[in-house]
């Protein structure tokens, strides 16, 4: 598996000066450094995820966010398993996605069991854009995090601003 630090680091649990510069400057968090050797000690157990990838760890107050992708298909109950494993060791809720470039399946996946309606983007004078995520009002008290949460979360996984409303 491939990781946000090196596999020796991961191994080791002590980082090496090009990861713990990485840390330094911002670029991976201590969320990434646990998530990673956390990681690289399950695909012992677990040999379909040496051909997956971590990019990005993300948390929320409530929730922990794991971004991975894989060269095979991972089935959708592989990675519920891997991440409420995550959860108990955690003790906090945590969610692994699938990377896309799709907003709807990346939301659909962290907002899981409510459903993503639609998309409007908004293109704003500066040449910029935001988007607007409808999800229906009964499925408000489904989402796992509140609304907040999850404009924050999309914001630091793809850098694109959401906005999301009940209707």
């Known amino acids: 598996m491939k990781t946000l630090i ?6 080791s649990g002590v980082l090496c000066p090009k990861c713990q510069e990485k840390l330094d400057k911002g670029e991976i968090t201590q969320d990434d450094v646990e998530i ?13 995820l040496k051909d997956c990838t971590l990019h990005k760890v993300v948390r929320v107050p409530e929730m922990l966010v794991v971004m991975i992708s894989c060269i ?10 891997i991440s ?14 699938e990377k896309t470039s799709s907003i709807k399946k990346l939301l659909e996946q962290i907002l899981a069991p409510a ?11 500066d040449g ?3 988007s607007i995520i409808r999800i229906p009002k009964v499925d408000r008290k ?15 996984l793809t850098g ?3 906005h999301i409303v009940f209707e």
Not at 36 to 48: D, G, L, M
């Open 84 to 97: 409420k494993q995550i959860s108990e060791e955690k003790k906090m809720n945590v969610r692994i996605v």
């Open 128 to 130: 910029s854009w935001e």
């Open 115 to 125: 459903r993503v309606m639609g998309i409007n983007t908004i293109w704003l004078p």
């Open 72 to 81: 095979g298909k991972i089935s959708r109950a592989f990675l519920m398993k």
């Open 142 to 156: 489904k989402m796992p995090i509140d609304a907040n949460s999850a404009e924050e979360i999309m914001k630091k």
């Open 36 to 48: 990673s050797r956390w990681f690289i000690e399950y695909e012992n157990k677990n040999p379909q």
């Open 160 to 162: 694109e601003i959401i």
């Open 6 to 11: 090196c596999i020796f680091c991961a191994k």
